[in-house]
């Protein structure tokens, strides 16, 4: 398996606890100021760790073929 594809399924999976734990903080929250500083930063970086994950998943070849010599 390649290292940037391992790489892309570990952040894919963070991306999605963040944006659960986000979630779960959404439902919770009462709107203070600090409340949705919060909520902006868990949201943010679990998109960002999320579709992160998900263009290395796509982009990356597995090459299969064996080395040249």
Same mark, same amino acid.
């Given at each position: 398996? !390649? =290292?940037?594809?391992?790489?892309?399924?570990?952040?894919?999976?963070?991306?999605?606890?963040?944006?659960?734990?986000? +979630?779960?903080?959404?439902?919770?929250?009462?709107?203070?100021?600090?409340?949705?500083?919060?909520?902006? =930063?868990?949201?943010?970086?679990?998109?960002?760790?999320?579709?992160?994950?998900?263009?290395?998943?796509? !982009?990356?070849?597995?090459? +299969?073929?064996?080395?040249? !010599?």
């Amino acid at each position: 398996m !390649n =290292v940037k594809r391992t790489f892309g399924i570990i952040l894919t999976v963070l991306g999605i606890a963040a944006l659960i734990y986000f +979630a779960t903080l959404f439902i919770k929250a009462s709107g203070t100021e600090r409340q949705i500083k919060i909520l902006v =930063v868990y949201g943010l970086l679990g998109a960002i760790f999320f579709f992160t994950g998900i263009s290395l998943i796509r !982009n990356t070849r597995d090459d +299969a073929r064996p080395p040249i !010599n």
